[in-house]
C-alpha cells in the first residue's frame, strides 16, 4: 500500500513543476494553440490525480489547488488567443487593387521587388497564391508584365482530333533547372569542397543556389560521388528537432561569439534571427570589444530590419548592443541568460565549427607542430592574421550564404530555406523592424526572461556536448552596478596583436608573395602552408637585419 504521506508530497512537487511549465508556457508559447493545447491536457491530467486523491489533503490545500489550476487553465486560454509580439502593420503591401477606368474589377499590381525575390525563393506562381491571396495566373502575368520571366507555352493546352478526342497537354511553369555539365558541376562543387569539406547536400544546394544555379538534388549527389567519393554524411542520420515559438521574423535575435580559434586571438561573432534562423550577420574579427560586436550588430539591421529583442549570454562584449535596445525600445528588450539556454545559435555553431572552424584550428594546430608558429608570440599571430584573417572572413560569409540558401527540414512542413522563410514571414505574420518606432525608455515591458528559448534542444547531446567544449576557454568574471544587467558579466580579452614591421617592409612581403602565389588557389589549405612558410623566412629576415643594425 502507497504511504499517504509520500503520495502528497509526491503531488505536492509535481504542482511545482505544473507551475514551471504553466509560467514558461506563457511566455514563450504565444499564439501557439497546438502547444497550449497539450500543456491543458497536461494540467488536467493533474487535476484528475488530485482529485483523485481528495481525502489525503486538507480541505483548505485541495480548494487552493483546484483554484489554482484553474487560473491556470485560463492563462493558457489568454495566452493562445494573445499574439506576444504585434507587428508594425497588419500587412505589407504586396498586393494593391488599382481602378483602371474599365468596367469590372480592379486591376491586382503586385510589389515588383517582392515579387522577383518570392520567385527565386520559391519558383513557381503556385506556391505564392496563398502567401499573396491572389490567383497564380495573376502572379505569372504579373511577372511577365515585368519581365522577371520570360513568356512560356500555356499551362494547359487542349487539342481536338478528327475522331472527337481530346488531348490536354501541360506544361510546367516551374524555373528551369541550370543549363550546366556534370563536367562543370564536379568543378563547382570540387571548389566549393575545398572550402567547405564538411557540406551535406543541403548545404552544397544552398551554395549553389547562392551562386544563382538550380540544380536537382540526384545530380548534386552523384557529383559529389564523382568528385569526392562515397560520403558519411549521406546515410542515415537522426534529426534532433526542436519546439521554438516566436512571434516573426524579427521578433527576436539570437546573437553571441564564437572561440574555437581564440588561442590564435580570433573571435566569429554572429546574429541570427529566430524565427527563420536565417543569419543576418556575421564577421570574423580579430578583436572582442564591445565595439566589434555594435557595429556588426548595426550592420545587420541596416540590410534586414531593427528586432524587437535581442538575446545574448552575459559577456561584456554584449554591453553596447544591450545599451542601444533598452534606450531604443526599453528595459526587457535586450534579454541577458545564460549560453545554455541560447541554444539556438548554439545550434549555428556548431555548424560554423563542423563546415569551416574546425579546417582553420586544424591548420594552425599544424602550423604550430610543423612551421615554428608560437601562439604566445604577437609577431607570429600579426603575421598569422596579416595572411588568413581575410580568407577566413570570407569562408564565414560564403558559409552563411550557403545557410541561408538552404533548405531546412522542418516537420509537418515543407522544406524552406531560411532566407524564404524571413521574408514570407514578414509577408505571413506582419512586418517586424522594417520600420525604427522607439519606445519610451521607461515603458513597462513583460518578464521575457523565458523568450525564445529552445526546451527541447536543451536534451541535444550533440549540441550540448559542442556547447561545453566551448566553455573550456578560461573566462574572466567582473562587477557590474547597473541594475539592468547582470552582477556578473563574463570577460574575455581578446585585442588584435601589435605589427612589429615598418610600412616599406609590410609592402615588400605583400609583393613577394603577391608575385611568388599570383596562380595560386589561397584557399587551398596546403597552398595556405607554403605561403606561411614563405612568409616565415621573410620576415625572420626583417627581425635578423634589425638585429645586426
Not at 590564435?264 to 580579430?286: E, L, P, Y
Request: proline share 5%; hydrophobic share 35%; aromatic share 10%.
Amino acid at each position: 500500500m502507497a504511504d499517504p504521506f509520500n503520495v502528497v508530497n509526491n503531488l505536492r512537487e509535481a504542482y511545482y513543476g505544473l507551475e514551471r511549465r504553466v509560467l514558461r508556457a506563457h511566455y514563450t508559447m504565444a499564439g501557439d494553440s497546438h502547444q497550449i493545447e497539450g500543456e491543458k491536457a497536461h494540467a488536467l491530467a493533474f487535476l484528475s490525480a488530485v482529485q483523485a486523491n481528495e481525502h489525503r489533503f486538507s480541505l483548505e490545500e485541495f480548494a487552493c489547488i483546484s483554484n489554482n489550476i484553474q487560473a491556470m487553465m485560463n492563462v493558457l486560454d489568454q495566452t493562445a488567443n494573445r499574439l506576444g509580439d504585434q507587428p508594425d502593420s497588419d500587412t505589407i503591401p504586396v498586393v494593391h487593387h488599382v481602378k483602371t477606368g474599365r468596367r469590372g474589377r480592379p486591376k491586382v499590381e503586385i510589389d515588383k521587388g517582392v515579387l522577383g525575390e518570392a520567385l527565386i525563393l520559391r519558383g513557381g506562381p503556385g506556391s505564392l497564391a496563398l502567401p499573396f491571396g491572389c490567383s497564380s495566373r495573376t502572379i505569372r502575368r504579373r511577372a511577365i508584365e515585368y519581365e522577371l520571366v520570360e513568356p512560356g507555352h500555356p499551362v494547359c493546352t487542349t487539342e481536338r482530333h478528327a475522331d472527337g478526342s481530346i488531348t490536354r497537354t501541360y506544361t510546367s511553369s516551374t524555373p528551369a533547372v541550370s543549363n550546366i555539365t556534370d563536367q562543370e558541376l564536379d568543378g563547382m562543387l570540387f571548389t566549393i569542397l575545398r572550402s567547405f569539406q564538411n557540406f551535406g547536400l543541403r548545404m552544397l544546394r544552398g551554395r549553389l543556389l547562392a551562386d544563382g544555379h538550380r540544380v536537382p538534388r540526384e545530380r548534386i549527389k552523384a557529383s559529389f560521388l564523382r568528385v569526392n567519393g562515397a560520403p558519411n554524411p549521406f546515410g542515415h542520420r537522426d534529426l534532433h528537432r526542436q519546439k521554438y515559438n516566436v512571434a516573426g521574423a524579427n521578433s527576436l535575435w539570437h546573437h553571441d561569439g564564437q572561440h574555437g580559434l581564440i588561442r590564435w586571438k580570433i573571435v566569429i561573432h554572429c546574429f541570427i534571427d529566430g524565427k527563420s534562423r536565417m543569419v543576418t550577420a556575421i564577421r570574423v574579427s580579430n578583436n572582442n570589444r564591445a565595439s566589434t560586436v555594435e557595429e556588426l550588430f548595426h550592420e545587420g539591421t541596416a540590410l534586414h530590419g531593427c528586432p524587437r529583442r535581442v538575446r545574448g549570454d552575459h559577456g561584456t562584449e554584449n554591453l553596447r548592443v544591450a545599451e542601444w535596445m533598452e534606450e531604443t525600445f526599453g528595459i526587457g528588450s535586450y534579454i541577458w541568460g545564460r549560453s545554455v539556454h541560447n541554444t539556438r545559435i548554439e545550434r549555428l555553431w556548431y555548424d560554423v565549427t563542423h563546415n569551416f572552424g574546425k579546417k582553420w584550428k586544424d591548420f594552425f594546430q599544424k602550423l604550430e607542430v610543423y612551421e615554428s608558429l608560437d601562439h604566445n608570440s604577437s609577431g607570429h599571430l600579426w603575421l598569422l592574421h596579416h595572411l588568413f584573417h581575410f580568407y577566413i572572413d570570407l569562408d564565414a560569409q560564403e558559409w552563411a550564404s550557403a545557410w541561408n540558401h538552404h533548405p531546412l527540414t522542418r516537420r509537418n512542413e515543407p522544406n524552406r530555406s531560411p532566407r524564404d522563410l524571413f521574408l514570407f514571414s514578414h509577408i505571413q505574420d506582419g512586418p517586424r523592424g522594417v520600420v525604427l518606432r522607439p519606445v519610451p525608455p521607461e515603458e513597462e515591458v513583460a518578464e521575457p526572461a523565458l523568450y525564445g528559448i529552445d526546451w527541447e534542444a536543451l536534451e541535444d547531446s550533440r549540441i550540448q556536448d559542442h556547447f561545453f567544449q566551448r566553455l573550456e576557454q578560461e573566462e574572466v568574471y567582473v562587477m557590474v552596478e547597473d541594475p539592468t544587467v547582470p552582477s556578473n558579466l563574463n570577460h574575455v580579452p581578446v585585442e588584435p596583436p601589435n605589427c612589429p614591421f615598418t610600412e616599406e617592409q609590410i609592402q615588400y612581403l605583400d609583393g613577394v608573395l603577391r608575385e611568388e602565389f599570383h596562380h595560386t588557389d589561397r584557399r587551398d589549405m596546403e597552398i595556405c602552408r607554403m605561403i606561411w612558410r614563405r612568409a616565415f623566412e621573410i620576415c625572420t629576415q626583417f627581425v635578423q637585419d634589425a638585429g645586426r643594425e
